[in-house]
């Protein structure tokens, strides 16, 4: 498994991924038809749009030519007076879940925030995720709640909190 700064070219294969773990992860938690109505086509604008902004980075996992995971990231976007870096997405495609890969995506970004002088992060994760305890085995801290709707539906936010990622678990 290569992990690697995505480029424009990988976007495609990048929103794929984002889709497809989508589906997989939050299905019983979100809508089926919701599920089923999200699309590579928009999941790729609205991350070109992210990748060309350049105010993040997208890491992704390569198995050969297949993008098995990604991670977007970079500066806390609200403002937390304590966290100054933030995972905003990370996602592995549900056949390469527990083999490291997520691992390896939060130890590639934990280097990038400390080259740029960040020691701290959050992530947040919906409260019904099942996966969500991969953070707490990293050693993060449910220190932060709140609320976010899709769909119609209010589903509670935990934010995993590392005061000093270099302490992170891995």
Same mark, same amino acid.
């Given at each position: 498994?290569?992990?690697?700064?995505?480029?424009?070219?990988?976007?495609?294969?990048?929103?794929?991924?984002?889709?497809?773990?989508?589906?997989?992860? @939050?299905?019983?938690?979100?809508?089926?038809?919701?599920?089923?109505?999200?699309?590579?086509?928009?999941?790729?604008?609205?991350?070109?749009?992210?990748?060309?902004?350049?105010?993040?980075?997208?890491?992704?996992?390569?198995?050969?030519?297949?993008?098995?995971?990604?991670?977007?990231?970079?500066?806390?976007?609200?403002?937390?007076?304590? @966290?100054?870096?933030?995972?905003?997405?990370?996602?592995?495609?549900?056949? @390469?879940?527990?083999?490291?890969?997520?691992?390896?995506?939060?130890?590639?970004?934990?280097?990038?925030?400390?080259?740029?002088?960040?020691?701290?992060?959050?992530?947040?994760?919906?409260?019904?995720?099942?996966?969500?305890?991969?953070?707490?085995?990293?050693?993060?801290?449910?220190?932060?709640?709140?609320?976010?709707?899709?769909?119609?539906?209010?589903?509670?936010?935990?934010?995993?909190?590392?005061?000093?990622?270099?302490?992170?678990?891995?």
């Amino acid at each position: 498994m290569k992990i690697c700064i995505a480029s424009s070219h990988d976007i495609p294969d990048i929103a794929k991924v984002h889709v497809d773990a989508w589906r997989s992860t @939050y299905k019983g938690i979100l809508s089926d038809s919701y599920l089923q109505q999200l699309s590579y086509e928009k999941s790729a604008k609205r991350l070109m749009s992210i990748y060309e902004r350049n105010e993040s980075i997208i890491l992704m996992a390569k198995d050969g030519d297949t993008v098995a995971g990604f991670l977007n990231g970079g500066r806390e976007r609200k403002n937390d007076p304590v @966290y100054k870096g933030e995972v905003y997405a990370i996602y592995i495609l549900e056949q @390469y879940q527990n083999k490291g890969i997520g691992h390896e995506l939060i130890k590639a970004f934990t280097s990038f925030l400390l080259e740029n002088g960040i020691n701290s992060m959050i992530i947040w994760a919906f409260t019904e995720n099942k996966y969500r305890n991969f953070y707490e085995k990293l050693g993060g801290k449910a220190l932060r709640n709140n609320s976010y709707t899709i769909d119609g539906k209010l589903l509670g936010e935990t934010g995993y909190c590392w005061d000093d990622i270099s302490s992170i678990r891995f």
